[in-house]
């Protein structure tokens, strides 16, 4: 892709749990020296994210408490600046193991290009949206988001429209919520299946829910 040509990146890429490469592998999260390895991996892709982002761009990824020693590695080895971490409230108790707290969040890490800036200055750090993958009508992708959740982050990030890119499209939402967003959208899948799910759904979107229309 060609630089400076991209709004926002905005992904939610594999949490990397059980990355294991010197590690205890009955680890679900693996040791310093496994997270430093997947850091190493993030932060090629956050370098060419940043590559093709707009000087007022974004890069928006996801991830849970596990997850942010590793991308806060990867963001200091690409030089770019954590603006932001926004809570997905999802309203919705998730499994846990028997001496952990059952988890009921996510979050949004907001890496900001040098002339970025959230025109929303009413926007909050927690944003509550009830997470519905694995119910019934969704499309069977176990880390599906709301699509009211990614329209949510691209009007932040992309309010007067742009290109939106997701590396790690999956079940295709982002792309759902960038065109209902009236935003251009390049997503990339290596598994089949879900690519081919992720085209249907881009190019004949469901009938939006009022609560989204009204989003």
């Known amino acids: 892709m060609p630089p400076i040509s991209v709004q926002a990146v ?32 993030f932060a090629h892709w956050f370098n060419q994210s940043k ?3 707009r000087p007022d761009g974004y890069l928006l990824v996801f991830g849970n408490w596990r997850s942010v020693p590793t991308l806060i590695r990867a963001f200091d080895l690409s030089s770019l600046t954590v603006a932001s971490c926004m809570i ?8 846990g193991g028997i001496t952990a707290l ?5 979050l949004v ?8 800036k959230i025109v929303n200055r009413s926007a909050s750090d927690v944003f509550r949206c009830k997470w519905m993958a694995g119910n019934s009508g969704t499309s069977g992708h176990p880390a599906e988001k ?20 997701d590396p790690f499209m999956g079940s295709g939402t982002t792309g759902v919520a960038a065109k ?19 085209r249907r759904r881009i190019d004949d979107p469901p009938q939006l829910s009022l609560l989204e229309l009204a989003a």
């Not at 890490?109 to 970025?116: K, L, S, T």
């Open 102 to 106: 059952r988890p009921t969040y996510e």
């Open 180 to 198: 209902a967003e009236g935003c251009d959208f390049v997503g990339i899948e290596r598994e089949p299946r879900w690519l081919d799910l992720a």
């Open 88 to 95: 997905w409230d999802k309203e919705w108790i998730g499994p």
């Open 10 to 41: 905005i992904t939610d890429p594999p949490y990397m749990i059980g990355a294991t490469s010197v590690g205890d592998p009955k680890s679900k999260s693996g040791t310093w020296a496994d997270m430093e390895n997947s850091a190493f991996w």
């Open 51 to 53: 590559r093709i982002l």
């Open 146 to 165: 709301p699509v009211t959740l990614m329209r949510h982050l691209i009007r932040l990030v992309a309010p007067n429209g742009g290109l939106i890119v």
């Open 109 to 116: 890490m907001f890496a900001a290009m040098p002339e970025a």
